[in-house]
């Protein structure tokens, strides 16, 4: 799906965002600096795969959020999580590293990837900052329309704690 497709998608299912424009970003300071301000959750995603590369999953937490991979992997009774390649990213959610986005699931087939979405982020309330499939842009996005989206399209989602890690 391309950015466009990914427009008409939102709108015909009813879909509200804001968007802004900016350069390239491909983390989380570059994003401080250079994404225009927007209302709602600054979010980091994560595209992991299970040790066997059967089971894939798109974890979204706070844009500052330290992840425990081996504790999100008990959560998810998996024996080991790893990143996923950029190939498989690109085969599965049609983007590119520095790129990844929760709406990349609009290009990943219906039970493919597990979305799992942190408690912090989802419990402030507040709209989720994704990229539209490319990282020159950043809509903001309220809940309901996120979930609207994931039901629509088909896909598991589940909101639960994310573990992180503590810095040595």
């Not at 424009?21 to 983390?27: L, N, S, Y």
Request: a negative charge.
């Amino acid at each position: 799906m391309t950015e466009a497709e990914l427009y008409r998608l939102l709108q015909d299912v009813g879909v509200p965002c804001e968007r802004v424009e900016h350069p390239p970003v491909f983390t989380y300071e570059e994003a401080e600096k250079l994404v225009p301000p927007l209302p709602g959750v600054h979010t980091k995603n994560l595209f992991l795969r299970d040790n066997k590369g059967r089971r894939h999953f798109l974890v979204v937490v706070g844009s500052q959020a330290r992840v425990d991979l081996q504790g999100l992997a008990r959560s998810l009774e998996v024996s080991k999580l790893g990143m996923a390649s950029p190939e498989r990213l690109q085969r599965i959610l049609g983007v590119t590293p520095g790129a990844v986005t929760l709406l990349g699931v609009v290009n990943a087939k219906a039970g493919e990837v597990e979305i799992i979405i942190d408690t912090a982020v989802w419990d402030a309330g507040l709209p989720l900052h994704c990229h539209p499939l490319v990282n020159t842009a950043t809509l903001s996005v309220p809940l309901e329309g996120v979930q609207r989206l994931l039901d629509t399209l088909g896909h598991t989602w589940r909101v639960c704690p994310v573990p992180s890690r503590d810095d040595d």
